[in-house]
Protein backbone atom coordinates (compact mmCIF):
# COMPACT_ATOMS: atom_id res chain seq x y z
CA UNK A 1 0.00 0.00 0.00
CA UNK A 2 0.93 3.68 -0.74
CA UNK A 3 0.84 6.18 2.24
CA UNK A 4 1.15 10.12 2.13
CA UNK A 5 0.73 11.95 5.09
CA UNK A 6 -0.18 15.71 4.84
CA UNK A 7 0.23 18.73 7.48
CA UNK A 8 -1.16 22.56 7.04
CA UNK A 9 2.60 22.77 8.37
CA UNK A 10 4.57 21.16 6.67
CA UNK A 11 2.83 20.29 3.26
CA UNK A 12 2.65 16.84 1.49
CA UNK A 13 5.58 14.51 2.85
CA UNK A 14 7.26 11.88 1.68
CA UNK A 15 5.45 9.33 -0.14
CA UNK A 16 6.29 5.76 1.56
CA UNK A 17 5.25 2.18 0.19
CA UNK A 18 4.65 -0.96 2.47
CA UNK A 19 2.76 -3.75 3.02
CA UNK A 20 -0.74 -3.61 3.27
CA UNK A 21 -1.84 -3.13 7.40
CA UNK A 22 -3.68 -1.44 9.89
CA UNK A 23 -3.52 2.77 9.54
CA UNK A 24 -3.20 4.11 13.31
CA UNK A 25 -5.72 6.79 13.66
CA UNK A 26 -6.99 7.92 17.11
CA UNK A 27 -11.00 8.31 18.26
CA UNK A 28 -11.13 12.02 17.70
CA UNK A 29 -9.97 12.70 13.74
CA UNK A 30 -12.70 14.35 11.79
CA UNK A 31 -12.73 11.28 9.46
CA UNK A 32 -14.38 9.25 11.83
CA UNK A 33 -17.01 12.04 12.91
CA UNK A 34 -17.61 14.32 9.84
CA UNK A 35 -17.14 12.08 7.30
CA UNK A 36 -13.89 13.98 5.29
CA UNK A 37 -13.34 11.31 3.15
CA UNK A 38 -13.34 10.87 -0.54
CA UNK A 39 -12.03 8.32 -2.87
CA UNK A 40 -11.37 7.08 -6.65
CA UNK A 41 -11.67 3.59 -8.62
CA UNK A 42 -9.06 2.74 -10.90
CA UNK A 43 -8.11 -0.70 -12.79
CA UNK A 44 -4.87 -2.11 -14.00
CA UNK A 45 -5.41 -4.50 -16.75
CA UNK A 46 -3.67 -7.12 -18.55
CA UNK A 47 -3.91 -6.86 -22.45
CA UNK A 48 -2.94 -10.05 -24.75
CA UNK A 49 0.34 -9.68 -24.63
CA UNK A 50 0.57 -9.79 -20.67
CA UNK A 51 1.23 -5.61 -20.92
CA UNK A 52 -0.11 -3.81 -17.94
CA UNK A 53 -2.50 -0.95 -19.01
CA UNK A 54 -4.62 1.71 -16.92
CA UNK A 55 -7.80 3.34 -18.29
CA UNK A 56 -7.22 7.59 -18.27
CA UNK A 57 -5.86 7.56 -14.78
CA UNK A 58 -5.42 11.36 -15.34
CA UNK A 59 -9.09 11.75 -15.39
CA UNK A 60 -9.38 10.16 -12.01
CA UNK A 61 -6.76 12.31 -10.61
CA UNK A 62 -8.41 15.37 -11.61
CA UNK A 63 -11.91 14.26 -10.43
CA UNK A 64 -10.32 13.68 -7.07
CA UNK A 65 -8.68 16.76 -6.56
CA UNK A 66 -12.29 18.41 -7.82
CA UNK A 67 -13.44 16.09 -4.70
CA UNK A 68 -10.71 16.91 -2.20
CA UNK A 69 -11.62 20.71 -2.97
CA UNK A 70 -15.15 20.21 -2.29
CA UNK A 71 -14.97 19.15 1.04
CA UNK A 72 -11.45 21.59 2.07
CA UNK A 73 -9.27 18.40 1.83
CA UNK A 74 -5.69 19.09 0.52
CA UNK A 75 -5.30 19.41 -3.12
CA UNK A 76 -2.16 17.47 -5.08
CA UNK A 77 0.41 16.81 -7.79
CA UNK A 78 -2.18 14.81 -9.96
CA UNK A 79 0.65 13.66 -12.22
CA UNK A 80 3.05 12.97 -9.26
CA UNK A 81 0.32 10.71 -7.65
CA UNK A 82 0.36 8.75 -10.86
CA UNK A 83 3.73 8.25 -10.78
CA UNK A 84 3.37 7.00 -7.49
CA UNK A 85 0.46 4.61 -8.15
CA UNK A 86 2.44 3.54 -11.52
CA UNK A 87 5.50 2.07 -8.84
CA UNK A 88 3.34 0.44 -6.49
CA UNK A 89 0.91 -1.16 -9.36
CA UNK A 90 4.69 -2.59 -10.36
CA UNK A 91 5.37 -3.84 -7.29
CA UNK A 92 1.97 -5.78 -6.93
CA UNK A 93 1.88 -6.48 -10.82
CA UNK A 94 1.96 -10.47 -9.61
CA UNK A 95 -1.76 -9.86 -8.19
CA UNK A 96 -3.23 -8.80 -11.44
CA UNK A 97 -5.25 -12.02 -12.78
CA UNK A 98 -4.99 -13.38 -16.30
CA UNK A 99 -8.76 -13.74 -16.74
CA UNK A 100 -10.62 -11.75 -18.78
CA UNK A 101 -13.20 -9.04 -16.99
CA UNK A 102 -10.65 -9.30 -14.04
CA UNK A 103 -8.15 -6.90 -13.25
CA UNK A 104 -6.96 -5.19 -10.18
CA UNK A 105 -8.60 -2.87 -8.78
CA UNK A 106 -6.80 0.31 -7.06
CA UNK A 107 -8.58 2.71 -4.33
CA UNK A 108 -6.83 5.62 -4.12
CA UNK A 109 -8.24 7.62 -0.56
CA UNK A 110 -8.16 10.80 1.10
CA UNK A 111 -9.44 11.53 4.67
CA UNK A 112 -8.85 14.14 7.37
CA UNK A 113 -6.77 12.58 10.28
CA UNK A 114 -7.43 15.83 12.39
CA UNK A 115 -7.38 14.62 16.36
CA UNK A 116 -9.99 17.56 17.07
CA UNK A 117 -13.25 17.39 17.44
CA UNK A 118 -14.96 20.36 15.13
CA UNK A 119 -16.22 21.01 11.49
CA UNK A 120 -13.42 23.14 10.21
CA UNK A 121 -10.76 21.82 7.19
CA UNK A 122 -8.55 20.08 8.89
CA UNK A 123 -4.98 20.89 9.13
CA UNK A 124 -3.72 16.57 8.88
CA UNK A 125 -4.70 14.38 6.25
CA UNK A 126 -3.80 11.18 4.85
CA UNK A 127 -3.84 9.66 1.01
CA UNK A 128 -3.46 6.38 1.03
CA UNK A 129 -3.70 3.63 -2.15
CA UNK A 130 -4.75 0.52 -1.64
CA UNK A 131 -5.28 -2.53 -4.31
CA UNK A 132 -6.96 -5.86 -4.94
CA UNK A 133 -7.44 -8.53 -7.73
CA UNK A 134 -11.43 -8.15 -8.46
CA UNK A 135 -13.73 -9.82 -11.14
CA UNK A 136 -17.18 -9.22 -12.63
CA UNK A 137 -18.86 -6.50 -10.27
CA UNK A 138 -22.07 -8.58 -10.64
CA UNK A 139 -22.22 -12.29 -9.96
CA UNK A 140 -24.57 -12.73 -13.17
CA UNK A 141 -21.30 -11.41 -14.82
CA UNK A 142 -21.83 -9.02 -17.80
CA UNK A 143 -25.53 -9.99 -18.14
CA UNK A 144 -28.84 -7.80 -18.30
CA UNK A 145 -29.74 -7.17 -14.65
CA UNK A 146 -33.05 -5.74 -13.31
CA UNK A 147 -33.67 -2.10 -11.52
CA UNK A 148 -35.94 -1.41 -9.54
CA UNK A 149 -37.09 2.87 -9.94
CA UNK A 150 -37.24 4.03 -6.56
CA UNK A 151 -39.55 7.11 -5.48
CA UNK A 152 -39.13 6.86 -2.03
CA UNK A 153 -35.05 7.86 -2.04
CA UNK A 154 -33.01 10.16 -3.89
CA UNK A 155 -29.33 9.05 -4.42
CA UNK A 156 -28.36 13.26 -4.93
CA UNK A 157 -30.43 16.85 -5.03
CA UNK A 158 -29.01 20.09 -6.55
CA UNK A 159 -26.57 22.17 -4.26
CA UNK A 160 -25.34 19.23 -3.04
CA UNK A 161 -22.16 16.66 -3.16
CA UNK A 162 -23.91 14.31 -5.73
CA UNK A 163 -21.33 15.66 -8.31
CA UNK A 164 -18.46 14.44 -6.20
CA UNK A 165 -16.70 11.17 -5.42
CA UNK A 166 -17.50 11.09 -1.35
CA UNK A 167 -17.43 8.54 1.14
CA UNK A 168 -20.89 10.33 2.31
CA UNK A 169 -22.51 9.74 -0.85
CA UNK A 170 -22.58 6.11 -0.63
CA UNK A 171 -23.83 4.95 2.97
CA UNK A 172 -27.36 6.23 2.51
CA UNK A 173 -27.52 4.15 -0.22
CA UNK A 174 -27.44 0.86 1.03
CA UNK A 175 -30.75 0.49 2.90
CA UNK A 176 -32.24 1.36 -0.34
CA UNK A 177 -29.74 -1.08 -2.37
CA UNK A 178 -30.96 -4.06 0.22
CA UNK A 179 -34.78 -3.04 -0.49
CA UNK A 180 -33.86 -3.48 -3.51
CA UNK A 181 -32.85 -6.90 -3.52
CA UNK A 182 -35.21 -7.89 -1.24
CA UNK A 183 -38.07 -7.55 -3.98
CA UNK A 184 -35.66 -9.10 -6.64
CA UNK A 185 -33.92 -6.42 -8.37
CA UNK A 186 -30.19 -6.05 -8.91
CA UNK A 187 -30.01 -1.94 -8.38
CA UNK A 188 -31.60 1.27 -7.97
CA UNK A 189 -32.55 3.59 -10.43
CA UNK A 190 -32.43 6.73 -8.83
CA UNK A 191 -35.47 9.32 -9.62
CA UNK A 192 -35.22 13.24 -8.85
CA UNK A 193 -37.59 15.27 -8.60
CA UNK A 194 -42.03 15.06 -8.70
CA UNK A 195 -41.05 14.87 -12.46
CA UNK A 196 -39.06 11.59 -11.80
CA UNK A 197 -35.88 12.45 -13.60
CA UNK A 198 -33.11 9.17 -14.30
CA UNK A 199 -30.37 10.19 -12.43
CA UNK A 200 -27.95 7.54 -11.78
CA UNK A 201 -28.48 3.39 -11.89
CA UNK A 202 -26.72 2.01 -8.47
CA UNK A 203 -23.30 3.30 -8.69
CA UNK A 204 -23.01 4.03 -12.38
CA UNK A 205 -23.67 6.61 -14.91
CA UNK A 206 -26.60 5.95 -17.27
CA UNK A 207 -27.51 5.70 -20.95
CA UNK A 208 -30.38 4.77 -23.00
CA UNK A 209 -30.69 3.80 -26.64
CA UNK A 210 -34.01 5.58 -28.76
CA UNK A 211 -35.40 4.85 -32.32
CA UNK A 212 -36.40 7.78 -33.67
CA UNK A 213 -39.55 8.75 -36.16
CA UNK A 214 -36.79 8.40 -39.03
CA UNK A 215 -35.58 5.36 -38.00
CA UNK A 216 -32.69 7.29 -36.43
CA UNK A 217 -31.12 6.40 -33.05
CA UNK A 218 -30.46 8.94 -30.26
CA UNK A 219 -28.01 7.79 -27.43
CA UNK A 220 -29.25 10.20 -24.20
CA UNK A 221 -27.75 10.23 -20.77
CA UNK A 222 -28.45 12.85 -18.04
CA UNK A 223 -26.39 15.77 -17.83
CA UNK A 224 -24.37 16.28 -14.90
CA UNK A 225 -25.12 19.45 -13.36
CA UNK A 226 -24.25 18.88 -9.90
CA UNK A 227 -26.41 15.61 -9.02
CA UNK A 228 -24.31 13.34 -11.02
CA UNK A 229 -20.66 11.98 -10.86
CA UNK A 230 -18.37 12.73 -13.83
CA UNK A 231 -17.71 9.45 -14.74
CA UNK A 232 -14.71 8.46 -16.96
CA UNK A 233 -16.11 5.88 -18.65
CA UNK A 234 -19.76 8.04 -19.29
CA UNK A 235 -17.01 10.79 -20.36
CA UNK A 236 -15.22 7.61 -22.75
CA UNK A 237 -18.64 6.80 -23.96
CA UNK A 238 -19.90 10.05 -25.22
CA UNK A 239 -16.55 10.86 -26.82
CA UNK A 240 -16.29 7.71 -28.82
CA UNK A 241 -20.34 8.06 -29.93
CA UNK A 242 -19.68 11.28 -31.02
CA UNK A 243 -16.85 10.41 -33.05
CA UNK A 244 -19.00 7.97 -34.76
CA UNK A 245 -22.02 9.95 -35.38
CA UNK A 246 -19.30 13.02 -36.87
CA UNK A 247 -17.72 10.56 -39.35
CA UNK A 248 -14.13 11.15 -37.43
CA UNK A 249 -13.85 7.43 -36.05
CA UNK A 250 -17.12 5.30 -37.04
CA UNK A 251 -17.57 2.03 -34.76
CA UNK A 252 -18.86 -1.09 -36.33
CA UNK A 253 -22.21 -2.64 -35.22
CA UNK A 254 -23.45 0.98 -34.14
CA UNK A 255 -26.29 2.50 -36.10
CA UNK A 256 -25.17 4.74 -39.53
CA UNK A 257 -27.98 8.18 -38.24
CA UNK A 258 -26.83 8.51 -34.76
CA UNK A 259 -27.35 11.41 -32.70
CA UNK A 260 -25.87 11.65 -28.77
CA UNK A 261 -27.54 14.28 -26.43
CA UNK A 262 -27.36 15.25 -23.16
CA UNK A 263 -30.36 15.94 -21.56
CA UNK A 264 -33.13 15.34 -18.73
CA UNK A 265 -34.82 12.20 -19.09
CA UNK A 266 -38.22 11.60 -16.88
CA UNK A 267 -39.80 8.37 -16.04
CA UNK A 268 -42.80 9.30 -18.13
CA UNK A 269 -40.88 9.24 -21.32
CA UNK A 270 -38.70 6.18 -20.96
CA UNK A 271 -42.12 4.27 -20.62
CA UNK A 272 -43.89 6.16 -23.39
CA UNK A 273 -40.91 5.18 -25.77
CA UNK A 274 -41.04 1.69 -24.15
CA UNK A 275 -44.78 1.77 -24.86
CA UNK A 276 -44.16 2.38 -28.04
CA UNK A 277 -41.20 0.10 -29.20
CA UNK A 278 -39.12 3.18 -29.56
CA UNK A 279 -36.82 1.88 -26.15
CA UNK A 280 -34.01 0.25 -27.53
CA UNK A 281 -31.52 -0.33 -24.59
CA UNK A 282 -30.80 1.06 -20.93
CA UNK A 283 -27.39 0.41 -19.83
CA UNK A 284 -24.64 1.90 -17.06
CA UNK A 285 -21.02 2.61 -17.30
CA UNK A 286 -18.85 2.51 -14.30
CA UNK A 287 -15.26 1.94 -13.37
CA UNK A 288 -16.53 -1.43 -12.35
CA UNK A 289 -18.53 -2.34 -15.91
CA UNK A 290 -20.40 -1.32 -18.88
CA UNK A 291 -23.60 -3.15 -18.19
Not at 3 to 8: A, F, L, M, Y
Not at 18 to 30: C, I
Not at 42 to 63: C, H, I, Q, S, W
Not at 264 to 269: A, D, S, V
Amino acid sequence: MLTIPWSQTTGWQAPQIRPYGPLSLEPSVTVLHYAQTLFEGMKAYRDENGKVTLFRPDMNMKRMNRSAARIALPTFDGNALLDCIKTLIRLDAHWIPQEAGHSLYIRPTLIGTQRAIGVNPPSEALLFVICSPVGPYYPTGFKPVSLMATTEYIRAAPGGTGGFKLGANYAPGVVPQKEAAKLGYSQNLWLLGPEHYLTEVGTMNMFLAFRNDDGSTELVTPPLDDVILPGVTRDSVLVLARDHSSGKAPIAGLPGKLTVSERPITMKEVKEKADNGKLLEIFGTGNHSAT
